[in-house]
């Protein structure tokens, strides 16, 4: 299908909105075929009042859930890894059940209940009380543990980072080397991505980027500054840190065809139905947009960051969006309109 041109004029206006929503800054970008667009607004560092530059780097959230996905379906690839397997197989005696699979765990069909809802029930100061922390996986997993179930082995889909600690685990069981060594070997280096890092649980982030601010419960309160975080609560469920040229690049590149097998790039988009928009695969969301057209990607919200990253069906138009706030759901809802502005044009508006 011919896709419209990009309308930046609408990107521009989504990125305002989250602005004046409560954004300090964002930013978006478009590759597409060669050609690309950028549009910032906002400030990436309200102290110093350093406007927002579509180069900057930034914390990316669940989007690392694409990337722990990918190295997982290459192990698939070499023959090291049944996606239908107990997790037990692999890691005996992780998990409760012997019925939980690899792709359960992709899929978020596990039933392992998200120890953050507890983590994270009070924003700021369940924040606060992580941020400097450093944790195992094995403890994110006993966390979870500690709450029932949410569903059966495969009967239903709900959202839990711990389905992608869980992935972390069978990378490092697997490949016998870190996460990040896993990330930067198959991903990072092999597709050139300059501005995207694994650097848990050092707290900074290299080179020039946006500072995030966390947005309190309590209406009016001031902005927290959440830039310098370990996110250890989340690691191969979340804390990668990248840039829009990066995640272009990776989403292009994965749809592409260049990081999997056809068969395990199926797998990796066998949907299930999330919503009448969206439906969710292996570490992979699918979003319909109002003109029709259907892409692919994740979306992120780590402490002052949230993140749209999303390409079509064959990699070659890509979106990257930024808002340098978080616990903010009207900018979370604001910024699916870069999808609309990027992939469905002047129509969207
Ligand atoms: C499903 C999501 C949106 S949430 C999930 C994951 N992020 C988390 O689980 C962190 C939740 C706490 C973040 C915090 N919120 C609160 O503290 C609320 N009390 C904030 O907004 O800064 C991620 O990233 N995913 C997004 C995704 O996959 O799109």
């Given at each position: 299908a011919v896709l419209p041109a990009p309308d930046t004029t609408g990107l521009t206006a989504v990125l305002r909105s989250a602005v004046a929503q409560g954004a300090p800054g964002a930013l978006a970008r478009i590759d597409d075929r060669g050609s690309t667009y950028r549009v910032t607004y906002g400030v990436a560092d309200r102290a110093a009042r350093r406007a927002v530059d579509a180069g900057d780097r930034f914390r990316v959230g669940s989007v690392t859930k694409t990337f722990s996905a990918v190295v997982l379906l290459q192990l698939a690839d070499e023959h090291r890894?049944?996606?239908?397997?107990?997790v037990n197989r692999y890691l005996?005696?992780?998990?409760?059940?012997?019925?939980?699979t690899v792709r359960h765990v992709l899929s978020h069909r596990s039933g392992l209940y998200d120890y953050t809802n507890d983590m994270f029930a009070d924003s700021v100061s369940g924040f606060e009380a992580v941020r400097d922390r450093v944790f195992t996986y094995r403890q994110l997993v006993a966390l979870s543990l500690k709450k029932p179930r949410?569903?059966?082995?495969?009967?239903a889909y709900s959202y839990s980072n711990t389905n992608f600690v869980v992935a972390g685990l069978l990378i490092e069981k697997l490949t016998g080397h870190s996460v990040r060594t896993a990330y930067e070997d198959r991903i990072f280096g092999p597709l050139n991505l300059?501005?995207?890092?694994?650097?848990?649980?050092?707290t900074a982030i290299p080179g020039r980027h946006a500072r995030g601010y966390l947005t309190p419960d309590t209406a009016g309160a001031a902005l927290v500054d959440?830039?310098?975080?370990?996110?250890s609560w989340a690691q191969s469920a979340g804390a990668i840190i990248s840039s829009a040229r990066d995640l272009n690049t990776f989403y292009s590149a994965l749809l592409g065809g260049r990081l999997l097998s056809p068969a395990r790039l199926a797998d990796m988009e066998r949907f299930s139905p999330v919503n009448s928009t969206t439906a969710y695969g292996l570490g992979l969301r699918r979003r319909t947009l109002s003109c029709g057209i259907s892409v692919y990607g994740h979306t992120g919200a780590v402490q002052g960051y949230y993140t749209y990253a999303f390409a079509t069906k064959d990699g070659k138009r890509a979106l990257t969006a930024l808002a340098n706030?978080?616990?903010?759901g009207k900018v979370l809802s604001t910024l699916t309109g870069t999808l609309e502005s990027a992939f469905c044009g002047k129509a969207a508006r």
């Amino acid at each position: 299908a011919v896709l419209p041109a990009p309308d930046t004029t609408g990107l521009t206006a989504v990125l305002r909105s989250a602005v004046a929503q409560g954004a300090p800054g964002a930013l978006a970008r478009i590759d597409d075929r060669g050609s690309t667009y950028r549009v910032t607004y906002g400030v990436a560092d309200r102290a110093a009042r350093r406007a927002v530059d579509a180069g900057d780097r930034f914390r990316v959230g669940s989007v690392t859930k694409t990337f722990s996905a990918v190295v997982l379906l290459q192990l698939a690839d070499e023959h090291r890894l049944v996606l239908d397997a107990p997790v037990n197989r692999y890691l005996p005696g992780l998990l409760p059940d012997d019925r939980i699979t690899v792709r359960h765990v992709l899929s978020h069909r596990s039933g392992l209940y998200d120890y953050t809802n507890d983590m994270f029930a009070d924003s700021v100061s369940g924040f606060e009380a992580v941020r400097d922390r450093v944790f195992t996986y094995r403890q994110l997993v006993a966390l979870s543990l500690k709450k029932p179930r949410t569903n059966a082995p495969g009967a239903a889909y709900s959202y839990s980072n711990t389905n992608f600690v869980v992935a972390g685990l069978l990378i490092e069981k697997l490949t016998g080397h870190s996460v990040r060594t896993a990330y930067e070997d198959r991903i990072f280096g092999p597709l050139n991505l300059r501005d995207t890092f694994y650097l848990h649980p050092d707290t900074a982030i290299p080179g020039r980027h946006a500072r995030g601010y966390l947005t309190p419960d309590t209406a009016g309160a001031a902005l927290v500054d959440a830039t310098a975080q370990t996110v250890s609560w989340a690691q191969s469920a979340g804390a990668i840190i990248s840039s829009a040229r990066d995640l272009n690049t990776f989403y292009s590149a994965l749809l592409g065809g260049r990081l999997l097998s056809p068969a395990r790039l199926a797998d990796m988009e066998r949907f299930s139905p999330v919503n009448s928009t969206t439906a969710y695969g292996l570490g992979l969301r699918r979003r319909t947009l109002s003109c029709g057209i259907s892409v692919y990607g994740h979306t992120g919200a780590v402490q002052g960051y949230y993140t749209y990253a999303f390409a079509t069906k064959d990699g070659k138009r890509a979106l990257t969006a930024l808002a340098n706030t978080s616990n903010n759901g009207k900018v979370l809802s604001t910024l699916t309109g870069t999808l609309e502005s990027a992939f469905c044009g002047k129509a969207a508006r």
